[in-house]
């Protein structure tokens, strides 16, 4: 538990206890459903809510008053918040992922903010982002924004970013970055796409912890087979180089399948090479992939893998860790701050065919390697839980409080 106490006068000798941290946490879509088995693989539209419902309870256990304003219709999410000790107010009707309405939204926060200490924007998606960038000028509590991705620079879709996204979500994102009290961001690139906005306090906070659909880990593999697998999760698209994987498969023992979890407009081109490699039967393309069936593959792989060069997702990354997988992966935008290499995995440089083959066949090769790494793996994804993430939010949070004149001492025993 973390106590928080403010000096006394300077005529007084000892601590006194004040009252918790009071936080308002804003942003569209942050209590969508978790993922179920049979849903489709979809990270992108469940991660940063699920880390959201993830934190907020750990914020509350730990003695800390919380309040989460979102969009959309209450659910189950809203219970299970609310008997964590978590307030829930929701603005807007309709489908989920509407857009949160900016006079009723800007209205809420005015009010909710004068219980507050500190107000917290989570920038995921662009209907955050008209009430994000207004924030400042209906409350004058300091502001710490959540930058889960960016629209300006859209790194995990690896795409460039639209003309509106350019001159009206960049716009909106930067102001409202310039004018935070503290950034949280979570990864290093996206950290710095806040510093080049002019922010200037920035905390990288990657969520190291559960993904969406780890409540579907323990299942039996769909299917089975002799020899080593090797699994990819994700898009087969020119940015995450799925002809790359099939070319090092060739370099690695006979026994190895390539299992692709995905579909995209490079799925022939990937039948078509392992055909002329001759091993079409060592290459298996899984395009319809539920949650399920990520879960599946990912708990028999004996190496995850990526060659991607940007935009690849992190949520299959964090899933191997937790099942204690190896993962062999290139050194793009979020996943250093996911991996240590040569501790729980192996970076390589992005584009480098040759190291991407030597570090996968090192892995496959080597039944102690394998084991080591992913002991590492499921150990140090148990250590990052929720708990220690709230800690670090806290910490935050007094900085950004003792900078305005509240000189906090925080007991970190949590």
């Given at each position: 538990?973390?106590?928080?106490t403010?000096?006394?006068?300077?005529e007084?000798?000892?601590?006194?206890?004040?009252?918790?941290?009071?936080s308002?946490h804003?942003?569209?879509?942050?209590?969508l459903?978790?993922?179920?088995?049979?849903?489709?693989?979809?990270?992108?539209?469940?991660?940063?809510?699920?880390?959201?419902?993830?934190?907020?309870?750990?914020?509350?256990?730990?003695?800390?008053?919380?309040?989460?304003l979102?969009?959309?219709?209450?659910?189950?999410?809203?219970?299970?918040?609310?008997?964590?000790?978590?307030?829930?107010?929701?603005?807007?009707?309709?489908?989920?992922?509407?857009?949160?309405?900016?006079?009723?939204?800007?209205?809420?926060?005015?009010?909710?903010?004068?219980?507050?200490?500190?107000?917290?924007?989570?920038?995921?998606?662009?209907?955050?982002?008209?009430a994000?960038?207004?924030?400042?000028?209906?409350t004058?509590?300091?502001?710490?924004v959540?930058?889960?991705?960016?629209?300006?620079?859209?790194?995990r879709?690896?795409?460039?970013?639209?003309?509106?996204?350019?001159?009206?979500?960049?716009?909106?994102?930067?102001?409202?970055?310039a004018?935070?009290?503290?950034?949280?961001?979570?990864?290093?690139?996206?950290?710095?796409?806040?510093r080049?906005s002019?922010?200037?306090?920035?905390?990288?906070?990657?969520?190291?912890?559960?993904?969406?659909?780890?409540?579907?880990?323990?299942?039996?593999?769909?299917d089975?087979?002799?020899?080593?697998?090797?699994?990819?999760?994700?898009?087969?698209?020119?940015?995450?180089?799925?002809?790359?994987l099939?070319?090092?498969?060739?370099?690695?023992?006979?026994?190895?399948?390539l299992?692709?979890l995905?579909?995209?407009?490079?799925?022939?081109?990937?039948?078509?090479?392992?055909?002329?490699?001759?091993?079409?039967?060592?290459?298996?393309?899984?395009?319809?992939?539920?949650w399920?069936?990520?879960?599946?593959?990912?708990?028999?792989a004996?190496?995850?893998?990526?060659?991607?060069?940007?935009?690849?997702?992190?949520?299959?990354?964090?899933?191997?860790?937790?099942?204690?997988?190896?993962?062999?992966a290139?050194?793009?935008?979020d996943?250093?701050?996911?991996?240590?290499?040569?501790?729980?995995?192996l970076?390589?440089?992005?584009?480098?065919?040759?190291?991407?083959?030597?570090?996968?066949?090192?892995?496959?090769?080597?039944?102690?390697?394998?084991?080591?790494?992913?002991?590492?793996?499921r150990?140090?994804?148990?250590?990052?839980?929720?708990?220690?993430?709230?800690?670090?939010?806290?910490?935050?949070?007094?900085?950004?409080?003792?900078a305005?004149?509240?000189?906090?001492?925080?007991?970190?025993?949590?």
């Open positions: 538990m973390t106590a928080v403010s000096r006394p006068d300077s007084q000798r000892h601590e006194q206890p004040i009252r918790p941290i009071r308002l804003v942003g569209a879509n942050l209590l459903s978790s993922p179920l088995a049979d849903d489709t693989f979809m990270p992108e539209r469940t991660d940063t809510s699920e880390q959201v419902r993830r934190l907020l309870p750990a914020l509350a256990a730990a003695g800390h008053e919380v309040h989460v979102t969009s959309g219709t209450a659910g189950r999410e809203d219970v299970a918040l609310r008997d964590a000790g978590v307030a829930v107010t929701r603005v807007g009707r309709g489908a989920a992922r509407g857009r949160l309405p900016l006079g009723p939204v800007l209205g809420e926060v005015s009010r909710l903010a004068r219980w507050s200490d500190v107000v917290h924007v989570h920038l995921d998606e662009s209907p955050t982002l008209p994000a960038g207004l924030m400042d000028l209906v004058a509590r300091p502001i710490i959540h930058l889960h991705s960016s629209r300006g620079v859209p790194l879709s690896g795409q460039r970013a639209s003309l509106w996204g350019r001159l009206v979500d960049a716009t909106l994102e930067t102001r409202s970055l004018r935070a009290a503290a950034v949280v961001a979570s990864s290093t690139p996206l950290a710095a796409v806040a080049s002019g922010a200037t306090d920035v905390a990288v906070l990657p969520s190291l912890a559960d993904a969406p659909g780890a409540g579907n880990l323990d299942r039996p593999p769909v089975d087979h002799e020899g080593l697998r090797v699994v990819s999760v994700g898009p087969l698209v020119r940015r995450r180089r799925p002809l790359a099939v070319d090092a498969l060739a370099l690695q023992p006979i026994d190895s399948h299992y692709l995905g579909d995209g407009p490079l799925r022939l081109a990937v039948d078509q090479r392992a055909r002329e490699m001759g091993f079409g039967e060592r290459v298996h393309v899984i395009p319809r992939v539920q399920r069936t990520v879960c599946d593959h990912l708990s028999r004996d190496a995850v893998v990526t060659a991607a060069l940007t935009g690849e997702d992190s949520t299959a990354i964090r899933l191997a860790r937790r099942f204690g997988r190896p993962i062999v290139t050194a793009i935008e996943i250093p701050d996911l991996l240590s290499d040569g501790i729980d995995g970076l390589v440089p992005p584009n480098n065919d040759v190291e991407l083959s030597a570090a996968l066949r090192g892995v496959l090769t080597s039944r102690q390697r394998r084991a080591e790494l992913g002991a590492s793996a150990r140090r994804a148990a250590a990052s839980g929720w708990t220690e993430l709230a800690r670090r939010v806290v910490h935050v949070q007094s900085e950004v409080l003792r305005l004149g509240h000189e906090l001492v925080v007991d970190r025993t949590w």
